[in-house]
């Protein structure tokens, strides 16, 4: 189930980041295609291809296009995510240094048919190199009339906070406040960037925009399943044969991702469990991985498909202390606006790290799926719910493995 | 405007009501510790959720803006257990250290944790620890452990004074309220972050420790501080007297008047009461002969001034009035000067620095009254009296309050002034260089020993009442001038302050029709 490479077609290139490899390979075509159709053309187009968002939510993005109201006179702001944090996922980090003129491509095409006419690209803090290779593609493409002429592109750079990658966080950030996400409504597409429509896009997403405006809709829909076309940039990492980035459709089963992609369980070891959508998603039992990979898929499967960060485990792996891991990454990210997230992520980790210390509580357990379950839907942001992920699957998927740690 | 059903009674507000303030109409309290009307929404302590008819789950009630047609349940059984798990995040890494917190008997952690919470506590880890007891500026303290980082004090830096001092630092549960490096919080409205900060968090430097607040009785006022007249509360200490130094007037604070003053209240304002307990006090009319001083009874005393004003001619006679006397000690001088026929008189002494202003709230006029001393015809020439008593035209003069030693006019000449005129006499609460070189000092009760009405700069006449009793033998002016009158030959009826305002309303068209009554707490804004 290897479909056809196309956001990582170029990656074996040694010079696939620079703007001669990205011509040769018939880069900026789309884009002249999409200067001679209406803006709402594409849009239409981006609705009937089924792209989702690729950042973690899964929301249609030509839906969320749409959402930018017409009648606007000031400006409306394009704005890319490329603050990939979410523990276990590093393909934008791939994308930014091996194609960064994809996204700039991408955002061109957007840009027209939200009537934007500056875009801002979020990067990471820690993206070092692909900072610089996306910022000299920048300067390529200034130089060679792609950017300037009606659409400016604003390179601005993180400092590390995780809850900068939720997109009013990311939007609070490049306003020059502190990270926190905003309340909604209003939604960005109605009030976003300093106070203008915005829309905020995965760097992966963007991506394939291109190939949408150059090949159709009918043809990117195909190569996924009814509600979610395309294909999807699959970091593995954990204990596989074969760590990496692998494209695929969205339509494969995390079974061939981790068998088939990444060469299976190091050393044939038996596989215990699998976070398939970065740290966010709920864990799956090692005999839980013959669902499809799609937002759907994963979703009835009671996780999600999030980021497609997928983190295998085996035997050897402790679940409560990589449940300590978890905790003590939402501890430390939580921003600290809500109270629920604010104060439950540092109660829960000191409480998850009690118990693999061999100090923990009988009532500790419920305790910690409780508090997560009351906590889980009354804050702003879904960082929360991402936190309560982890804390609720591992426990009810793993509970003998807690309890075995709890003195009697 | 939107028709909305909360908890099955109807109500119809303004478009843009949120649903908090939308159930305060009809008498219901959605808890919160975030939201407060005169600051932005932060929508971040998640306590105010209520469910709303067709929304999945419970929703926040100061982000909802009512709609036509909404149907609202606060109380349902989701709602409950929401606000009880709520609760209990915001306890988590709370010190609870109760018996020792300022805030504790005014606190909404305590309130709401027994209204909605009551919960048994689960949390048997260490909590998270910060900095206590860290002044923040000259009268704010913080004591970060207690603080549940609703933002309010934030908002209110950034939105109302605009100085920005305050930010929240780090994040999750390490959060905190702190300074911006290089600042403190000084500006000039700064403590009313105490008053907005719902938990012991932000104290009072001036009153922390000082009282407990459960023995505090309360009574409604005016500050006295400028022409604003900003509502306020006067907090007195009379059951613990040992406590506070003997101070009885606690703290004052602010008394929400949408036409006035909103929420807020200046410093110069809340922290300006100190002569109220002060040792310069006047407790008892005294005179002064051949540069001994003793204390006289109220009968000398007024027997005394009453002959002055007998015995010298009316044009030898000058009265300086103080625009920080209410309109009834005002309208009691009037009938005193128009019985003698004294035409000399005058309230304005001008500060020697031009008082500061602002558009938040602070007057440049720091006095009270001086639109009501206007609308009573005392605006005269007050350089001119002083100058009539050095030319040994005036040669009694009556000053109300004012240390004349201490404003824009000269010194050496106002010196000569006084030295000049044969008869000083002084009403007012405190001693100044001014009632040191009175013949007759008359003591006069301070604006929370007794009752009153102001007029402020916009023309509206507010009711101060009494918090205390006057200290020593100190009477309110209008009582003092009561006596002068009937002293002078006059009848007059029960010795109240309002049988002076039902005189002046009836005598002065811009009053007209004005009671007490109709005042009321809100005031009431003359034609």
Redesign the interface.
Request: glycine share 10%; net charge neutral; with cysteine.
């Given at each position: 189930m290897t479909a056809e490479k196309i956001l990582t077609r170029n990656f074996a290139r040694a010079d696939s980041h620079t703007l001669k490899a990205y011509l040769e390979t018939g880069g900026y075509t789309a884009w002249q295609k999409a200067q001679t159709l209406p803006p709402a053309e594409i849009t239409e187009e981006v609705k009937q291809s089924n792209l989702r968002g690729l950042g973690g939510a899964g929301f249609p993005t030509g839906t969320k296009w749409s959402f930018i109201p017409k009648s606007h006179g000031g400006p409306v702001y394009l704005v890319i995510n490329a603050d990939e944090g979410e523990p276990g996922t590093f393909k934008d980090r791939y994308l930014l240094e091996r194609d960064p003129h994809a996204v700039i491509e991408g955002m061109l095409i957007a840009a027209r048919a939200i009537r934007s006419a500056t875009g801002f690209v979020y990067v990471r803090g820690e993206y070092v190199e692909p900072y610089r290779r996306f910022a000299t593609a920048v300067s390529e493409a200034y130089d060679a009339g792609y950017l300037g002429k009606g659409f400016d592109v604003v390179v601005h750079r993180g400092a590390g906070?995780y809850?900068c990658g939720e997109e009013t966080g990311l939007i609070s950030s490049l306003e020059g406040k502190?990270g926190w996400p905003k309340?909604k409504?209003p939604f960005p597409a109605i009030k976003g960037a300093f106070g203008a429509p915005t829309i905020v896009n995965n760097v992966e997403t963007i991506c394939h925009v291109p190939h949408i405006i150059a090949r159709g809709a009918a043809w990117f829909a195909a190569l996924g399943t009814k509600t979610q076309g395309g294909t999807r940039m699959y970091s593995v990492s954990g204990r596989v044969t074969r760590p990496g980035v692998y494209e695929a459709s969205v339509a494969i089963t995390l079974r061939q991702l981790v068998y088939d992609l990444a060469g299976g369980v190091t050393g044939n070891g038996r596989l215990k469990a699998v976070v398939p959508g970065g740290s966010s998603a709920a864990i799956l039992r090692g005999d839980e991985i013959d669902v499809t990979m799609d937002v759907d898929g994963l979703r009835n499967a009671g996780t999600m498909a999030g980021s497609a960060g997928v983190i295998v485990m085996d035997e050897t792996v402790s679940i409560p202390e990589a449940l300590m891991v978890v905790a003590r990454f939402y501890?430390?990210?939580?921003?600290?606006?809500?109270?629920?997230c604010?104060?439950?992520?540092?109660?829960i980790y000191?409480?998850v790290r009690?118990i693999v210390e061999g100090r923990g509580?009988k009532?500790d357990l419920d305790?910690i799926l409780d508090?997560a379950r009351?906590?889980a839907?009354?804050?702003?942001c879904a960082f929360y719910d991402g936190a309560v992920g982890p804390y609720v699957s591992y426990i009810e998927k793993f509970r003998a493995e807690f309890e075995a740690l709890i003195p009697r | 405007m939107p028709n909305l059903t909360i908890n099955g009674h109807a109500v119809e507000v303004p478009p843009g009501t949120n649903l908090i303030e939308a159930a305060r109409k009809i008498g219901v309290e959605i808890p919160h510790y975030c939201y407060h009307p005169g600051l932005s929404i932060a929508g971040q302590c998640r306590l105010c959720m209520v469910d709303i008819e067709k929304t999945p789950r419970p929703t926040i009630a100061c982000n909802t803006p009512a709609v036509d047609g909404m149907v609202v349940l606060t109380e349902t059984d989701r709602v409950k257990e929401t606000r009880k798990s709520i609760m209990e995040f915001h306890l988590i890494n709370h010190p609870l250290d109760c018996p020792v917190c300022d805030q504790a008997g005014e606190c909404w952690l305590q309130i709401y944790y027994m209204q909605h919470g009551l919960y048994d506590p689960r949390m048997r880890d260490e909590k998270v620890h910060k900095p206590k007891a860290v002044p923040l500026g000259p009268h704010v303290m913080l004591d970060a452990e207690r603080c549940i980082l609703c933002s309010r004090c934030v908002r209110f830096c950034d939105e109302v004074t605009r100085t920005g001092e305050l930010g929240i630092f780090d994040r999750g549960d390490h959060s905190e309220i702190g300074l911006f490096p290089g600042t403190e919080l000084a500006n000039k409205y700064s403590g009313n972050v105490v008053d907005i900060c719902p938990v012991g968090a932000l104290t009072d430097r001036d009153f922390r420790f000082a009282v407990r607040v459960w023995y505090l009785e309360r009574a409604t006022s005016i500050c006295p501080g400028c022409a604003r007249g900003c509502n306020i509360e006067v907090h007195v200490n009379r059951r613990r007297p040992h406590h506070n130094e003997g101070r009885r007037v606690a703290r004052l604070k602010p008394r929400f008047n949408a036409d006035v003053n909103r929420w807020w209240i200046c410093d110069a304002g809340r922290y300006g009461f100190a002569f109220v307990d002060d040792k310069t006090r006047l407790l008892a009319p005294s005179r002064r002969e051949d540069g001994a001083v003793s204390d006289a009874t109220w009968e000398e005393a007024i027997g005394a001034v009453a002959g002055a004003l007998r015995r010298f001619a009316p044009d030898e006679i000058g009265v300086v009035a103080s625009p920080k006397m209410a309109n009834e000690d005002l309208w009691a001088l009037r009938r005193v000067l128009e019985q003698r026929g004294i035409r000399r008189v005058a309230f304005r002494v001008p500060p020697r620095e031009p008082g500061d202003e602002d558009t938040v709230l602070i007057r440049g006029d720091k006095n009270p009254n001086s639109r009501g001393a206007e609308l009573l015809g005392l605006d005269g020439d007050g350089a001119a009296i002083l100058a009539a008593a050095r030319a040994r035209v005036v040669k009694c003069l009556w000053v109300f309050g004012h240390d004349l030693l201490q404003c824009a006019w000269d010194a050496a000449e106002t010196d000569a002034a006084l030295r000049a005129v044969p008869l000083l006499i002084f009403t007012g609460t405190n001693a100044n260089a001014t009632s040191e070189r009175a013949h007759w000092v008359l003591p006069a009760a301070t604006w929370v020993e007794r009752e009153g009405t102001y007029t402020n700069f916009e023309g509206r006449v507010q009711r101060f009442r009494a918090a205390v009793e006057p200290l020593g033998q100190a009477l309110p002016e209008w009582d003092i001038l009561g006596r002068v009158l009937q002293a002078l030959g006059v009848e007059v009826s029960a010795p109240r302050a309002e049988r002076w305002f039902r005189e002046l309303a009836g005598a002065v068209p811009v009053f007209a029709g004005l009671t007490y009554q109709s005042i009321g707490d809100g005031g009431a804004k003359l034609p």
């Amino acid at each position: 189930m290897t479909a056809e490479k196309i956001l990582t077609r170029n990656f074996a290139r040694a010079d696939s980041h620079t703007l001669k490899a990205y011509l040769e390979t018939g880069g900026y075509t789309a884009w002249q295609k999409a200067q001679t159709l209406p803006p709402a053309e594409i849009t239409e187009e981006v609705k009937q291809s089924n792209l989702r968002g690729l950042g973690g939510a899964g929301f249609p993005t030509g839906t969320k296009w749409s959402f930018i109201p017409k009648s606007h006179g000031g400006p409306v702001y394009l704005v890319i995510n490329a603050d990939e944090g979410e523990p276990g996922t590093f393909k934008d980090r791939y994308l930014l240094e091996r194609d960064p003129h994809a996204v700039i491509e991408g955002m061109l095409i957007a840009a027209r048919a939200i009537r934007s006419a500056t875009g801002f690209v979020y990067v990471r803090g820690e993206y070092v190199e692909p900072y610089r290779r996306f910022a000299t593609a920048v300067s390529e493409a200034y130089d060679a009339g792609y950017l300037g002429k009606g659409f400016d592109v604003v390179v601005h750079r993180g400092a590390g906070a995780y809850i900068c990658g939720e997109e009013t966080g990311l939007i609070s950030s490049l306003e020059g406040k502190k990270g926190w996400p905003k309340l909604k409504p209003p939604f960005p597409a109605i009030k976003g960037a300093f106070g203008a429509p915005t829309i905020v896009n995965n760097v992966e997403t963007i991506c394939h925009v291109p190939h949408i405006i150059a090949r159709g809709a009918a043809w990117f829909a195909a190569l996924g399943t009814k509600t979610q076309g395309g294909t999807r940039m699959y970091s593995v990492s954990g204990r596989v044969t074969r760590p990496g980035v692998y494209e695929a459709s969205v339509a494969i089963t995390l079974r061939q991702l981790v068998y088939d992609l990444a060469g299976g369980v190091t050393g044939n070891g038996r596989l215990k469990a699998v976070v398939p959508g970065g740290s966010s998603a709920a864990i799956l039992r090692g005999d839980e991985i013959d669902v499809t990979m799609d937002v759907d898929g994963l979703r009835n499967a009671g996780t999600m498909a999030g980021s497609a960060g997928v983190i295998v485990m085996d035997e050897t792996v402790s679940i409560p202390e990589a449940l300590m891991v978890v905790a003590r990454f939402y501890a430390h990210e939580s921003c600290g606006q809500c109270t629920p997230c604010r104060e439950s992520t540092g109660w829960i980790y000191k409480m998850v790290r009690r118990i693999v210390e061999g100090r923990g509580r009988k009532d500790d357990l419920d305790t910690i799926l409780d508090v997560a379950r009351r906590g889980a839907g009354t804050t702003i942001c879904a960082f929360y719910d991402g936190a309560v992920g982890p804390y609720v699957s591992y426990i009810e998927k793993f509970r003998a493995e807690f309890e075995a740690l709890i003195p009697r | 405007m939107p028709n909305l059903t909360i908890n099955g009674h109807a109500v119809e507000v303004p478009p843009g009501t949120n649903l908090i303030e939308a159930a305060r109409k009809i008498g219901v309290e959605i808890p919160h510790y975030c939201y407060h009307p005169g600051l932005s929404i932060a929508g971040q302590c998640r306590l105010c959720m209520v469910d709303i008819e067709k929304t999945p789950r419970p929703t926040i009630a100061c982000n909802t803006p009512a709609v036509d047609g909404m149907v609202v349940l606060t109380e349902t059984d989701r709602v409950k257990e929401t606000r009880k798990s709520i609760m209990e995040f915001h306890l988590i890494n709370h010190p609870l250290d109760c018996p020792v917190c300022d805030q504790a008997g005014e606190c909404w952690l305590q309130i709401y944790y027994m209204q909605h919470g009551l919960y048994d506590p689960r949390m048997r880890d260490e909590k998270v620890h910060k900095p206590k007891a860290v002044p923040l500026g000259p009268h704010v303290m913080l004591d970060a452990e207690r603080c549940i980082l609703c933002s309010r004090c934030v908002r209110f830096c950034d939105e109302v004074t605009r100085t920005g001092e305050l930010g929240i630092f780090d994040r999750g549960d390490h959060s905190e309220i702190g300074l911006f490096p290089g600042t403190e919080l000084a500006n000039k409205y700064s403590g009313n972050v105490v008053d907005i900060c719902p938990v012991g968090a932000l104290t009072d430097r001036d009153f922390r420790f000082a009282v407990r607040v459960w023995y505090l009785e309360r009574a409604t006022s005016i500050c006295p501080g400028c022409a604003r007249g900003c509502n306020i509360e006067v907090h007195v200490n009379r059951r613990r007297p040992h406590h506070n130094e003997g101070r009885r007037v606690a703290r004052l604070k602010p008394r929400f008047n949408a036409d006035v003053n909103r929420w807020w209240i200046c410093d110069a304002g809340r922290y300006g009461f100190a002569f109220v307990d002060d040792k310069t006090r006047l407790l008892a009319p005294s005179r002064r002969e051949d540069g001994a001083v003793s204390d006289a009874t109220w009968e000398e005393a007024i027997g005394a001034v009453a002959g002055a004003l007998r015995r010298f001619a009316p044009d030898e006679i000058g009265v300086v009035a103080s625009p920080k006397m209410a309109n009834e000690d005002l309208w009691a001088l009037r009938r005193v000067l128009e019985q003698r026929g004294i035409r000399r008189v005058a309230f304005r002494v001008p500060p020697r620095e031009p008082g500061d202003e602002d558009t938040v709230l602070i007057r440049g006029d720091k006095n009270p009254n001086s639109r009501g001393a206007e609308l009573l015809g005392l605006d005269g020439d007050g350089a001119a009296i002083l100058a009539a008593a050095r030319a040994r035209v005036v040669k009694c003069l009556w000053v109300f309050g004012h240390d004349l030693l201490q404003c824009a006019w000269d010194a050496a000449e106002t010196d000569a002034a006084l030295r000049a005129v044969p008869l000083l006499i002084f009403t007012g609460t405190n001693a100044n260089a001014t009632s040191e070189r009175a013949h007759w000092v008359l003591p006069a009760a301070t604006w929370v020993e007794r009752e009153g009405t102001y007029t402020n700069f916009e023309g509206r006449v507010q009711r101060f009442r009494a918090a205390v009793e006057p200290l020593g033998q100190a009477l309110p002016e209008w009582d003092i001038l009561g006596r002068v009158l009937q002293a002078l030959g006059v009848e007059v009826s029960a010795p109240r302050a309002e049988r002076w305002f039902r005189e002046l309303a009836g005598a002065v068209p811009v009053f007209a029709g004005l009671t007490y009554q109709s005042i009321g707490d809100g005031g009431a804004k003359l034609p």
